[in-house]
């Protein structure tokens, strides 16, 4: 597996820059950061919910983890988190594979780094708890995706209310310096941040209080057809979102319908945020600057600009839609290397759980 993972990261890797450095906790939230550095752990998640990953999921997260990944790096398919909105047990069981056999395929290497699934290490709900009687209310009311995801709803679920403190159960377990993620999350990480400072000032150094990092492009991928609306796969916009299972024709006519404007002009705008949004899809998949796209594209119009930016995503998608698809034959060899992951991560966990409940003040 390591040949083929080492495969898919030089075929799709071609486009950051570089975007880990070491700065203050702070500063990592305000600035790109673009000189490449070792990091000593790293943790990032995603749900199995919805269809598969989409194009955003792998520019503004897969691609830079498949990059930057070491022994110390953590990544997680988080099914808990997945069931905090109605669900269909089989249907989630099924996605959480599929996210899985996703990331491998993308060039996450189980011999380099650890892939698991959240709900294998039972010390993620364990740590969750403790953190709750941390974290305040206040704080979780605040938080942006709980208002967006229960507005109009004559209830929701506590889950829906509570899962950022497992959120930071998640990162805070593995000691994470760094946690790549994408310009949605920077309220859940300044959340966890603050949970690891409270914690810590209360009980004693215990938690590393993680930094924040993001691509120069690509973090925020919006969708083709609501360009005020990220891309997602929850989002009630089919033809706006470019699954990464969707097939290359598929690919290509999403992104020649993709709105724009009524002009011609290939410039980045706050007036025109389809155009801004697909120059920021092609600077992601060529390592281009925006400005330096604005000046091939000048004169161009939108036909010829809209089907170069298909043959680059397309080109960077491919040989991970491939290697899906052979992972995808053998799903029995993923589920191993999920359980092989979680026994790696379960060793961390457990030993970060021992000083948690002996600083708490918990038998042991």
């Known amino acids: 597996m390591p040949d083929q993972a080492g495969r ?3 075929a799709a890797g071609v486009a950051w820059s570089s975007d880990i450095e070491a700065c203050t906790a702070y500063d990592a939230f305000d600035t790109p950061v673009r000189k ?3 990091v000593a752990s790293a943790f990032s998640g995603i749900q199995p919910t919805g269809g598969s990953p989409h194009l955003g999921n792998y520019l503004g997260a897969f691609r830079r983890w498949a990059e930057l990944q070491q022994p110390d790096h953590f990544y997680c398919v988080v099914d808990l988190h ?4 109605p669900y269909e047990p089989g249907e989630l069981r099924r996605r959480t594979i599929d996210t899985a056999t996703w990331l491998y395929a993308v060039g996450l290497d189980p011999d380099v780094c650890t892939v698991f699934v959240q709900s294998h290490v039972r010390e993620h709900t364990e740590l969750a708890w403790i953190l709750n009687c941390v974290a305040t209310k206040g704080e979780l009311e605040r938080m942006v995706q709980y208002k967006e995801k ?6 929701v679920t506590v889950g829906l209310f509570d899962y950022p403190v497992l959120q930071a159960a998640d990162i805070l377990l593995y000691k994470a310096d760094e946690v790549p993620i994408g310009d949605d999350q920077r309220q859940h990480l300044e959340l966890s941040r603050n ?6 000032h209360r009980f004693g150094e215990t938690f590393t209080v993680p930094k924040a990092t993001f691509p120069p492009a690509g973090a925020r991928i919006m969708d083709l057809q609501v360009v005020d609306a990220k891309m997602s796969k929850s989002a009630q916009s089919p033809q706006g979102t470019i699954d990464l299972a969707d097939d290359e024709d598929t690919t290509t006519r999403k992104i020649m319908r993709a709105v724009t404007d009524s002009g011609s002009e290939v410039r980045a705008a706050p007036d025109k945020p389809g155009v801004t ?3 920021d899809l092609l600077a992601a998949g060529t390592g281009a600057m925006v400005e330096e796209l604005e000046q091939r594209y000048d004169g161009q119009g939108y036909g010829t600009f809209k089907r170069e930016v298909a043959e680059v995503v397309n080109g960077v998608l491919r040989p991970v839609r491939a290697r899906h698809a052979e992972l995808t034959a053998d799903p029995a060899a993923v589920e191993k290397l999920l359980r092989d992951g979680a026994d790696r991560a379960r060793e961390v966990a457990a030993g970060t759980m021992t000083t948690v409940r002996e600083r708490a003040g918990l038998l042991v």
């Open 8 to 10: 898919s990261r030089r």
């Open 36 to 38: 490449a550095a070792v």
């Open 82 to 85: 997945a069931m905090t909105m």
């Open 150 to 155: 229960s507005r109009g709803q004559e209830s």
């Open 195 to 200: 949970i690891a400072r409270r914690f810590n």
């Open 277 to 279: 949004n697909l120059l």
